[in-house]
């Protein structure tokens, strides 16, 4: 099965702090993805990953940033935390078979609440 | 920007009923999609993926999907009171934003006992 593992599943920080979120995934897929969840708005994509050292920038990337070293080490990473990023935060994974890519398989998510 | 577009909820249907999801997208070149489950504060998980036009089945769930028409849909049947879900489309779009997984916002059901 593949597993997709996210560092934290509760995290409480202050305005300000610097936030590492982590996922790392163990099934050698290409791709991964973060989302934040927010009531009403849905599943919204941050940031993109092809592959290693590569990335893209989603809907939302404003105050986030990424780092992917290794292929199943996907990072993201807040600046300087605000309360408008109080959210669930979902890290997924997925790879491409022929010319379609599969589906995505996510961890089990982070809610993340900024004081 | 593309666009994923769900029938807005909630959704409620007797146990044993047809429950019908919908879901609409804006970029014709589309070429994979995907329903998923979501249960309170879980993540989501996938149940069908639709790659062509046509029916695909799997047990009690049929994913329908219209590229001329840009919509995809799920039909659960017999539903059960365990399929009380939000239920997402996601969309992943064709041409240079290929790399792109857009969702829908969901639609809640609930199957009543």
């Known amino acids: 099965d593949v597993k997709v593992t996210q560092s934290s599943r509760y995290l409480v920080k202050r305005t300000g702090e610097k936030v590492f979120l982590e996922c790392v995934q163990d099934?050698?897929?290409?791709?991964m993805f973060w989302y934040r969840q927010d009531p009403g708005l849905g599943l919204r994509l941050i940031y993109f990953?092809?592959?290693?050292?590569?990335?893209e920038k989603g809907d939302i990337p404003e105050g986030y940033s990424v780092s992917r070293e290794k292929k199943e080490r996907f990072s993201l990473i807040l600046e300087s935390a605000s309360t408008n990023q109080t959210s669930m935060y979902l890290c997924?994974?997925?790879?491409?078979?022929?010319?379609?890519?599969?589906?995505?398989?996510f961890g089990q998510g982070t809610r993340l609440t900024v004081v | 920007q593309k666009e994923v577009e769900q029938n807005s909820g909630p959704l409620s249907v007797p146990e044993g009923a047809i429950a019908s999801l919908n879901c609409t997208y804006s970029?014709?070149?589309?070429?994979?999609f995907f329903w998923y489950r979501q249960y309170s504060g879980k993540s989501p998980e996938l149940i069908m993926s639709?790659?062509s036009n046509g029916d695909k089945e799997d047990g009690r769930f049929t994913a329908q999907l219209n590229k001329a028409s840009q919509y995809v849909s799920l039909l659960i049947r017999d539903s059960q009171p365990s399929d009380s879900a939000t239920y997402l489309c996601?969309?992943?779009w064709g041409g240079g934003s290929n790399y792109k997984l857009t969702f829908g916002k969901g639609t809640l059901l609930t199957v009543n006992p």
């Open positions: 997924a994974s997925r790879t491409l078979q022929g010319s379609l890519y599969t589906e995505a398989f």
């Open positions: 996601a969309v992943n």
């Open positions: 990953s092809y592959d290693v050292k590569m990335k």
């Open positions: 970029d014709r070149v589309s070429q994979s």
């Open positions: 099934m050698d897929h290409e791709n």
């Open positions: 639709i790659y």
